[in-house]
């Protein structure tokens, strides 16, 4: 089972979810998106909550009053985090999140640490936590199926956008090429001109040589 969360802190609103227990952590870690984001308690057992970014979106700027929302239904899902203050929230994109053999069904490290940010919450906001909580819907959907689908979407998107960039490069080389042939007809026109003015300054000049000879005769 899935819980997902609404938070409308931002336009359009965010999405959020989380696995109930370890097993639903696996499964998320398995198929997550690269445009999600995961958000986890720092040195303690939490749930692992995931923001799902729109397109364009990212994830090291998020807003302020969504990070806030985040961190805070983080903490509550914490049950040892939950009676705590001045924790730290820790959050990565969700492709740097790393499985290696041995590890605990749910457990994680990462790829690079530097990815890693952190947000400190200072105490529980039940109003937050409230707000969120009344948005919450339970699912069970087929994790694997929905990244496939999400998949072919992407490569749909992806070769439509490789057709544009293909007609945009032909555009562009006969127009490259139009430029070019109306340099050459240009250069071939002024030729042709100075041959014609040429002969016609050795025509003059023949003739005043003839007219000066008939001058002299």
């Given amino acids: 089972m899935v819980f997902y969360f609404t938070s409308n802190v931002v336009s359009p609103s965010a999405k959020v979810y989380m696995g109930k227990d370890k097993y639903e952590n696996e499964e998320l870690i398995k198929y997550g998106w690269p445009e999600d984001v995961w958000f986890h308690v720092d040195k303690l057992s939490s749930a692992h909550v995931y923001l799902r970014l729109e397109p364009g979106q990212s994830w090291d700027s998020i807003d302020e009053g969504l990070l806030t929302d985040l961190a805070q239904l983080t903490k509550a899902n914490s049950i040892e985090g939950n009676k ?24 994680v490290t990462f790829f690079r640490n530097d990815m890693v940010k952190r947000v400190h919450v200072k105490e529980r906001d039940n109003g937050i936590v409230n707000r969120l909580n009344k948005t919450k819907i ?11 689908e999400r998949d072919r979407e992407l490569r749909t998107v992806q070769r439509e956008a490789d057709r544009k960039r293909r007609q945009a490069e032909l555009r562009t080389q006969e127009e490259r090429k139009k430029e070019v042939a109306s340099r050459s007809y240009s250069n071939i026109f002024k030729e042709e001109e100075m041959r014609s003015n040429k002969d016609s300054i050795l025509g003059r000049s023949n003739l005043d040589i003839n007219a000066l000879e008939e001058d002299f005769m």
Wanted: charged share 30%; hydrophobic share 25%; no cysteine.
């Fill in 84 to 107: 705590k203050s001045n924790l730290t929230i820790i959050y990565t994109p969700w492709s740097n999140l790393k499985k290696t053999q041995g590890m605990e069904t749910g457990q």
């Fill in 138 to 148: 339970e699912r069970h959907p087929e994790l694997a199926e929905e990244k496939v």
